[in-house]
């Protein structure tokens, strides 16, 4: 268990202290169960009310909240930037793999950094370059030529193909796949002709890629993923892929082929984006968005119908059939009134 003081606490997150600094914090919890030993923090004004009843060591919150607060404080800039910087000063998650284990097979050629560890049953093949700290759980697989970035970790039965490049400071959910062919193939009198895919996936620095994601090879030139990219769980980004720097994909999101999206993006859950165009800097699109044009200007964009009761959506797919109809008619009245006029 990890502990410590509230000065401390105080002191890495350049907080203001009011209050007890000797307090030990073990720990985070909502403001709702949080207990003695326990911090947690204040991110709106609506949750004022249950400051009275939180029974928590510590408080992260803002100026104008500390009169409510009849307990310890930390006064901050932005408590949920702060509680995130917290959970990581306590946290308490396993190294993905200590030592390596006698079950894991390395390729004689294989260069390795100080404190590499591999767990039990991974594979790393000829050719590779392991950076420091690097952590390799057990089960995976690190293909030849692939070079992962110092203290970067893959969680267990992680795959990465051949010459992928991984940066530093990158976490790989478990069973996620680096370096898959992507999708190439011709089409030869109805039969499918495969195409080798030659390129590689180029991942930058502080990458963090969800579980049972895939990232496709690129066909030719590179699948490329940005500095800071997040990407979260069972996401699809196809071959020659470009994802701009600090730019966040949410969970099942579908990248098809040559797609470029730019920096500082936000990608809500379940969208689906055509392949072959562009998608400019600093664009939110909300969940469950069908991506089929170019976005050339910063912004928020939304498709797809919201939930309605059951009755209601019947009506309204009945008369989304019957669009093309409504408009002809709307035009002719149109044409009508201007006869008129």
């Given at each position: 268990m990890v502990s410590i003081?509230?000065?401390?606490?105080?002191?890495?997150?350049?907080?203001?202290?009011?209050?007890?600094?000797?307090?030990?914090?073990?720990?985070?919890?909502?403001?709702?169960?949080?207990?003695?030993?326990?911090?947690?923090?204040?991110?709106?004004?609506?949750?004022?009310?249950?400051?009275?009843?939180?029974?928590?060591?510590?408080?992260?919150?803002?100026?104008?909240?500390?009169?409510?607060?009849?307990?310890?404080?930390?006064?901050?800039?932005?408590?949920?930037?702060?509680?995130?910087?917290?959970?990581?000063?306590?946290?308490?998650?396993?190294?993905?793999?200590?030592?390596?284990?006698?079950?894991?097979?390395?390729?004689?050629?294989?260069?390795?950094?100080?404190?590499?560890?591999?767990?039990?049953?991974?594979?790393?093949?000829?050719?590779?370059?392991?950076?420091?700290?690097?952590?390799?759980?057990?089960?995976?697989?690190?293909?030849?030529?692939?070079?992962?970035?110092?203290?970067?970790?893959l969680w267990a039965n992680?795959?990465?193909?051949?010459?992928?490049?991984?940066?530093?400071?990158?976490?790989?959910?478990?069973?996620?796949?680096?370096?898959?062919?992507?999708?190439?193939?011709?089409?030869?009198?109805?039969?499918?002709?495969?195409?080798?895919?030659?390129?590689?996936?180029?991942?930058?620095?502080?990458?963090?890629?969800?579980?049972?994601?895939?990232?496709?090879?690129?066909?030719?030139?590179?699948?490329?993923?940005?500095?800071?990219?997040?990407?979260?769980?069972?996401?699809?980004?196809?071959?020659?892929?470009?994802?701009?720097?600090?730019?966040?994909?949410?969970?099942?999101?579908?990248?098809?082929?040559?797609?470029?999206?730019?920096?500082?993006?936000?990608?809500?859950?379940?969208?689906?984006?055509?392949?072959?165009?562009?998608?400019?800097?600093?664009?939110?699109?909300?969940?469950?968005?069908?991506?089929?044009?170019?976005?050339?200007?910063?912004?928020?964009?939304?498709?797809?119908?919201?939930?309605?009761?059951?009755?209601?959506?019947?009506?309204?797919?009945?008369?989304?059939?019957?669009?093309?109809?409504?408009?002809?008619?709307?035009?002719?009245?149109?044409?009508?009134?201007?006869?008129?006029?």
């Amino acid at each position: 268990m990890v502990s410590i003081t509230l000065a401390e606490l105080a002191e890495k997150l350049d907080a203001q202290l009011h209050g007890d600094g000797a307090v030990i914090i073990t720990s985070l919890a909502g403001m709702n169960s949080a207990r003695e030993g326990q911090i947690t923090f204040l991110s709106s004004p609506k949750y004022r009310k249950h400051l009275l009843q939180c029974r928590a060591s510590a408080v992260m919150l803002k100026e104008a909240d500390v009169s409510y607060c009849q307990g310890n404080a930390l006064v901050v800039a932005d408590p949920y930037v702060a509680y995130a910087k917290v959970a990581q000063i306590l946290d308490t998650t396993p190294a993905c793999a200590t030592d390596i284990a006698p079950t894991a097979v390395i390729a004689e050629d294989a260069i390795l950094g100080e404190g590499v560890a591999i767990g039990s049953n991974a594979v790393v093949e000829s050719g590779t370059l392991i950076g420091d700290g690097v952590q390799i759980g057990a089960g995976c697989f690190v293909g030849k030529g692939t070079k992962l970035g110092a203290r970067t970790k893959l969680w267990a039965n992680v795959t990465i193909y051949h010459d992928v490049v991984l940066g530093e400071d990158c976490l790989v959910q478990a069973g996620t796949v680096i370096g898959a062919d992507g999708f190439g193939y011709a089409n030869e009198k109805g039969k499918w002709i495969k195409i080798p895919q030659l390129g590689r996936v180029v991942i930058g620095d502080r990458v963090e890629i969800g579980a049972c994601t895939t990232i496709d090879r690129g066909a030719l030139d590179d699948t490329c993923i940005a500095d800071g990219v997040i990407i979260d769980n069972q996401c699809q980004i196809a071959h020659n892929v470009s994802i701009g720097e600090n730019t966040a994909v949410a969970g099942a999101t579908v990248m098809a082929g040559s797609l470029k999206v730019g920096k500082h993006c936000i990608i809500g859950g379940a969208s689906v984006f055509n392949g072959h165009m562009e998608i400019t800097d600093n664009v939110t699109i909300t969940g469950m968005a069908m991506v089929m044009r170019p976005i050339t200007e910063p912004g928020m964009y939304s498709s797809g119908i919201p939930l309605q009761p059951n009755r209601e959506w019947r009506k309204t797919a009945a008369r989304v059939l019957k669009i093309d109809e409504m408009h002809k008619r709307l035009k002719e009245l149109e044409k009508q009134l201007d006869n008129q006029a």
